[in-house]
């Protein structure tokens, strides 16, 4: 099992940056894919970044290329949301989510993730 806790959330002005951060611990994940998501009030949960934790293959949501950059730091087991030029389109509750097994590809839906994080809420005001 694998035990998933975010932390960096917050109230922030368009424009400017937040870190999220998620702390990985369970059972052994190097075959793991880290993906981070994010559910609006009223909308469906969706993929927002990727990574990939054999090799740092990354991908990101068309939304957010160019602004948010994912990594993962494998000394302190945390994979890392750095969120750039916010809009107030950006707010949501930000999850971190782990999926097991090893694949070419990035999963990029909630459905193919099995392991969650409770969430962190990020609000951007205008």
């Known amino acids: 099992q694998v035990h998933l806790v975010e932390s960096g959330g917050g109230l922030v002005q368009a424009g400017d940056s937040l870190r999220l951060s998620c702390a990985v611990s369970?059972?052994?994940?190097?075959?793991?894919?880290m993906g981070w998501f994010r559910q609006a009030p009223g909308k469906e949960r969706i993929f927002v970044a990727g990574?990939?934790?054999?090799?740092?293959?990354?991908d990101y949501a068309d939304s957010v290329k160019g602004r948010f950059a994912i990594s993962k730091d494998t000394t302190k087991n945390t994979v890392n949301l750095r969120m750039s030029n916010l809009k107030p389109e950006d707010t949501a509750v930000y999850y971190c989510?782990?999926?097991?097994?090893?694949?070419?590809?990035?999963?990029?839906?909630?459905?193919?993730?099995?392991?969650w994080g409770q969430g962190t809420q990020v609000t951007i005001s205008s």
């Open positions: 989510a782990g999926h097991s097994g090893s694949v070419n590809y990035m999963p990029k839906t909630d459905k193919e993730y099995r392991n």
């Open positions: 369970g059972r052994a994940f190097s075959s793991y894919v």
């Open positions: 990574i990939r934790w054999n090799d740092g293959t990354t």
